[in-house]
């Protein structure tokens, strides 16, 4: 837990883990460079109104994940993403675990889903470690993610059965 | 049982990818460190992540930092004491300044007492104005209270750079990293009382990390200057 007061170090210790972060969730790396950026203003924000993070890593990746689901969310710019990822990516090669499906459907299912989804599915975070860094329940992260696959099976149109998250 | 969609790892131990950011930056608590490290061990998926990450958070230490996020005043309410450092002139990438706090005299004999031979040009801010611009600090005189200063400090490019001051008979550490290209600190300092200034500024070779520099440091394997302002 450490709170990094400078916000120039801050920005250069931090920015690999917050693009890489973002573009893990976004797959495309203009969009993800823009997240960055918009995730470390938002870090300025925060301290302009007077409020200090106790953890600047955890604040930032929290941040980043909010404002890339934002962009999957918003329709317009889900579409215009998952085009760019199609015209510069063969998804079978570098995208095994079938990525553009999960991005379009964490645009569609309702937020707290689909933050639990990719701190599961895009972070490969376990549930214990979701609910720590989420200062929440790990019962509540379990729920919510169940409510996700219910949801993303719908949308697959896939049966409900064989699948788990424990 | 399978999962909906796939998972980015191997298998249920291996790390995800917080774990592997606060792995490479540092940000692990010991014990759990340790856990990390056996995995790490013998597991040569996660082994190559991190080694991944860690070279691109090492590469980032001289990325170019936003003009959107140097624009703009940052008080804190942990210290509420930051401030932009925006020295006359453009010579100078505008950084933020994380201002520690020191106290600087107003001695009859003025002048400045040193150790060591680490080149150091100081630029001084005075009621907004410039008082003294990349000055060598050896001609720096008569400062006092509200008086901001950035330290230039000149070192091979490789180096990494380590500001101590002296707070209540300690050496604290004000800041480390690595040397930027121009040689300015991210840091200011702004002048509080009337009091003796104490800075040690160290230039370490050979260094890769934050710990590797404060451990050089503390093993006189850095070059060294005191000043007492």
């Known amino acids: 837990m450490t709170f990094v007061r400078d916000m120039g170090e801050a920005y250069r210790s931090h920015i690999t883990m917050v693009r890489g972060r973002a573009l893990r969730i976004l797959g495309v790396e203009a969009a993800a460079q823009d997240v960055a950026q918009e995730t470390f203003m938002k870090l300025l924000e925060y301290r302009r109104k007077g409020i200090s993070e106790d953890n600047t890593a955890a604040f930032l990746y929290r941040a980043a994940t909010n404002l890339a689901l934002n962009r999957l969310r918003d329709a317009k710019r889900r579409q215009e993403l998952l085009e760019e990822q199609a015209s510069h990516t063969s998804p079978s090669a570098s995208d095994p675990t079938d990525r553009p499906a999960l991005r379009r459907i964490l645009g569609l299912v309702g937020r707290e889903e689909a933050e639990i989804a990719i701190y599961y599915y895009v972070d490969g975070m376990e549930q214990e470690e979701i609910a720590e860094l989420l200062q929440m329940e790990r019962r509540t992260v379990g729920r919510r993610l169940e409510r996700f696959c219910a949801k993303a099976q719908k949308l697959l149109g896939l049966s409900t059965e064989n699948h788990s998250n424990d | ?229």
Not at chain 2, 94 to 107: E, N
């Open chain 2, 1 to 229: 049982m399978t999962e909906l969609f796939a998972r980015p790892k191997p298998s249920r131990d291996c790390l995800s990818a917080w774990q592997i950011s606060r792995f490479a930056l540092g940000d692990v608590a010991e014990r759990e460190r340790a856990v990390f490290q056996e995995h790490l061990g013998r597991c040569e998926h996660c082994a190559a992540r991190v080694q991944e990450e860690v070279r691109q958070v090492d590469a980032a230490k001289y990325e170019r930092i936003p003009g959107e996020l140097l624009a703009t005043h940052t008080p804190s309410s942990k210290t509420n004491l930051l401030w932009l450092w925006k020295p006359a002139g453009a010579m100078v990438a505008v950084g933020f300044a994380a201002v520690f706090l020191v106290a600087l005299p107003q001695r009859e004999d003025s002048g400045t007492r040193m150790k060591g031979d680490i080149g150091i040009s100081l630029t001084v801010m005075r009621d907004g104005s410039t008082l003294f611009n990349d000055t060598p600090v050896e001609q720096i005189q008569s400062l006092r209270p509200g008086d901001q200063l950035r330290l230039r400090v000149h070192g091979p490019s490789d180096t990494w750079v380590v500001v101590q001051g002296w707070e209540k008979s300690t050496w604290v550490e004000y800041y480390v990293g690595a040397i930027s290209t121009d040689r300015w600190l991210p840091i200011g300092v702004e002048v509080t009382s009337e009091r003796e200034t104490r800075l040690k500024v160290f230039l370490c070779t050979g260094v890769s990390d934050k710990y590797m520099a404060g451990r050089f440091t503390s093993e006189g394997k850095c070059q060294e200057r005191e000043l007492e302002l």
